[in-house]
């Protein structure tokens, strides 16, 4: 199958064909700002050592200091973290915010090792990436397998470097070490709020049926809210068990089990137990695949039954699915607009950590809400006139046209 790097260069070439772009400005975005490699090793309980591989990689910053998560997980690799890089540089941009794109991963499974391990792991990788990131340069943020612990430990490296507190050099942070409101459950709720303004003119995502591929931090959240919000969330999954409940299943109270560190096979709320790529392919209003890249390719593409997709995940759909989607008349609403909620409440974290300041949540919430919702209008009218155009293509060309417009004039120092 094709890597997440392939299909972030032919969603890419594809905007850059539309916007008639040439082969230099082309290769201008293309080309990741600074890639960064490590093996590091990490002091283990048995007193011994390991030694881990490690990625941070920028990709643009044309637009600002680059910002991006930080994965921990068995199978990451260079290329994937460089295309989710490439993800987060037009993601900030279609939402507007003033960064660019970077993200980085860990080889390892962080269920695998102990807390103490975990510990020494990130502060040694924090200081293995100490010299490319900080508070202007690139600001890390969880992602999946990390969490807002590990970024308390990232800060705290990154600060005794330099002897005094710096909290604006990572987001997602607990909130008593400042961390934002909202910010834990930003992605979920950003992508309710795209999708109860996508579904507007038919009441909203109330009454809904739904799907949720995925139960964690993007998934769990998202399931929960919508629930929350009225919407008939039928079918969901984490990695091994799914549940399906004709009346909607208590997303609520499902959620509030795995965040208690349990797993879906051990939950006994009420729905019928089915294989978690069942949910990919439920006869429901709407589809939420919020696990990870490529789990709708060209194998199950023709299989899905919902009318509307929304990606929670970075890259759930290959570029062959999204052609499929496309030749069914599914509109897809994209990753790089439907879980910008995270980024953006980071940045909002960003600028409260610089200014000292703490905002409520109610405000975090309302702010996150006008610029995600000013974001799908943008997308949404830029596809308009356009025969054809899915909301992928438009996302795309909006972040391309703002990254190279700032490219433009900045100019090519010296
Ligand atoms: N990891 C999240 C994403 O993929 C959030 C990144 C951030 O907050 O910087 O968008």
């Known amino acids: 199958m094709a890597s997440a790097l392939d299909s972030a260069l032919t969603q890419f070439h594809a905007a850059a064909d539309r916007l008639a772009l040439g082969d230099s400005q082309r290769d201008l975005l293309t080309a990741f700002k600074t890639v960064f490699q490590t093996e590091f090793p990490v002091e ?11 990625y941070r990689v920028l990709h643009n910053g044309a637009r600002g200091p680059t ?14 973290v460089k295309a989710l890089a490439m993800w ?3 993601k900030c941009a279609v939402v507007g915010i003033p960064f660019g794109g970077a993200k ?3 080889v390892v499974d962080p269920k695998s090792i102990s807390a103490a391990e975990l510990q020494n792991l990130t502060r040694r990788f924090t200081a293995e990436i100490t010299p490319i990131i900080g508070p202007d340069q690139d600001i890390p943020a969880p992602d999946m397998g990390t969490n807002a612990q590990i970024m308390a430990w990232m800060m705290d490296t990154y600060s005794m470097g330099r002897g005094y507190t710096i909290p604006s050099v990572v ?15 930003a992605t979920g709720r950003g992508i309710l709020y795209v999708l109860d303004e996508h579904l507007r003119d038919s009441g909203g995502v109330r009454g809904k049926s739904v799907a949720v591929h995925g139960f964690g931090n993007v998934g769990g959240v998202a399931a929960r809210l919508l629930h929350q919000a009225g919407a008939r969330v039928q079918y969901i999954c984490d990695k091994d068990t799914g549940i399906y409940h004709p009346e909607g299943v208590d997303a609520s109270s499902a959620f509030a089990f795995i965040e208690a560190g349990h797993v879906l096979a051990d939950w006994d709320g009420v729905g019928q137990r089915i294989a978690p790529s069942e949910v990919l392919e439920a006869p429901v209003d709407v589809l939420v695949p919020a696990s990870m890249e490529h789990v709708v390719t060209e194998a199950n593409a023709e299989r899905v039954r919902a009318p509307l997709i929304i990606e929670g995940a970075n890259g759930p759909l290959t570029p062959e699915a999204d052609e499929i989607m496309r030749r069914r008349n599914i509109p897809v609403i994209p990753d790089v607009l439907a879980n910008a909620g995270g980024v953006t409440v980071s940045y909002f974290e960003w600028v409260q950590a610089r200014q000292y300041l703490h905002w409520r949540e109610e405000q975090v919430n309302e702010e996150l809400r006008r610029l995600m919702v000013a974001a799908y209008h943008a997308v949404w009218s830029r596809c308009l006139g356009e025969s054809g155009c899915s909301m992928r293509e438009a996302a795309q060309w909006i972040g391309v046209e703002r990254v190279l417009e700032a490219t433009t004039l900045r100019g090519i120092f010296p």
């Open 171 to 185: 987001t997602g942070k607990p909130i008593a070490v400042g961390g934002s409101e909202g910010r834990y459950e």
């Open 67 to 80: 910002k991006g998560g930080i994965r921990y997980s068995p199978d990451v690799s260079l290329d994937e």
């Open 44 to 54: 283990m309980d048995d007193g011994g050592f390991r030694v881990f591989q490690g």
């Open 104 to 106: 980085g991963g860990v």
């Open 88 to 90: 987060m540089t037009w």
